[in-house]
Nanobody, 125 residues
Framework: QVQLVAAGGGLVQAGGSLRLSCAASGRTFTRFAIGWFRQAPGKEREFVATISWNGGSTNYAGSVKGRFTISRDNAQNTMYLQMNSLKPEDTAVYYC??????????????????WGRGTQVTVSS
């Protein structure tokens, strides 16, 4: 298993930016893909973005493409989600996740083995 700690959430006005981070420990960071998911009140957890083990491949949900950027710093065992042009509909708890069995990213929630506790992002209109 790997332990994940997400941080960086907060309250921001529409059009603003936030950068989430997720620090990993417990396993060699370069040997697995990682992703971000989010869950709004009353809704199911949904895919946001994913990145391969070396950062060479990324994938985004259509609702965030062009506004969010996922990245990772393997030397620091940390991944990031830069969120720009935020909208009220981006309000959710954001979770980072590790796909321990693969170096390739995935948009499927069930492909991920370890999850962080989540960080709240609230976008006001």
């Amino acid at each position: 298993q790997v332990q994940l700690v997400a941080a960086g959430g907060g309250l921001v006005q529409a059009g603003g930016s936030l950068r989430l981070s997720c620090a990993a420990s417990g396993r060699t960071f370069t040997r697995f893909a990682i992703g971000w998911f989010r869950q709004a009140p009353g809704k199911e957890r949904e895919f946001v973005a994913t990145i391969s083990w070396n950062g060479g491949s990324t994938n985004y949900a259509g609702s965030v493409k062009g506004r969010f950027t996922i990245s990772r710093d393997n030397a620091q065992n940390t991944m990031y989600l830069q969120m720009n042009s935020l909208k009220p509909e981006d309000t959710a708890v954001y979770y980072c996740a590790a796909r321990l069995g693969s170096i390739s990213g995935s948009s499927y929630l069930d492909d991920y083995d370890s999850w962080g506790r989540g960080t709240q992002v609230t976008v006001s209109s």
